[in-house]
């Protein structure tokens, strides 16, 4: 990968709609050597899909939650179990394992606090959780899903 791959990504990343020849003209490479790069991309994983944004107010989903999670259970059957149940609701938009005093952090997507309550308590009823810490954000100030490419090329 090279400072060109990096144009091209970061191309696709603004905007995943554009043709192989707009990526060129923008990256200045000719039509064909670009659509070889992206291919290669594509085929080493680096660019795994390509999403549309949706507009989450238009779609009655404004709200963002935090759901910090305590456990007292620490083993491996347990977590595939609150994976497992977790992964099944369309709701949560991300979930990470985590150090530190929460276990696990889930943002949750839900159009209003009445329908958070519902999603909670399907699940706390869906598996054993010790402990569930929920925030709403108030203000979503910055919010994307480029990845800072800067870090790609082991410059130091």
Excluded at 44 to 55: A, E, F, Y
Excluded at 69 to 91: S, Y
Excluded at 127 to 151: C, G, N, W
Aim: hydrophobic fraction near 45%; charge should be negative.
């Amino acid at each position: 990968m090279d400072k060109i791959d990096l144009k091209i990504l970061d191309c696709i990343q603004e905007n995943a709609d554009l043709s192989a020849s707009q990526i060129a003209e923008q990256v200045e490479l000719s039509t064909t050597p670009c659509w070889r790069r992206i291919k290669k991309l594509e085929a080493d994983q680096v660019i795994q899909s390509r999403v549309g944004l949706l507009n989450r107010d238009k779609l009655n989903l404004g709200i963002d939650v935090f759901v910090a999670i305590r456990t007292d259970q620490h083993n491996a059957a347990w977590l595939e179990e609150f994976a497992a149940a977790v992964i099944k609701f369309p709701e949560v938009v991300e979930f990470y394992r985590m150090s530190g005093q929460m276990d696990y952090l889930m943002r949750v997507v839900v159009p209003d606090i009445d329908e958070f309550d519902k999603f909670y308590k399907r699940l706390i009823s869906a598996v054993d959780i010790h402990d569930v810490s929920s925030s709403f954000a108030m203000e979503r100030i910055k919010y994307t899903t480029a990845l800072p490419l800067q870090y790609a090329l082991n410059d130091k």
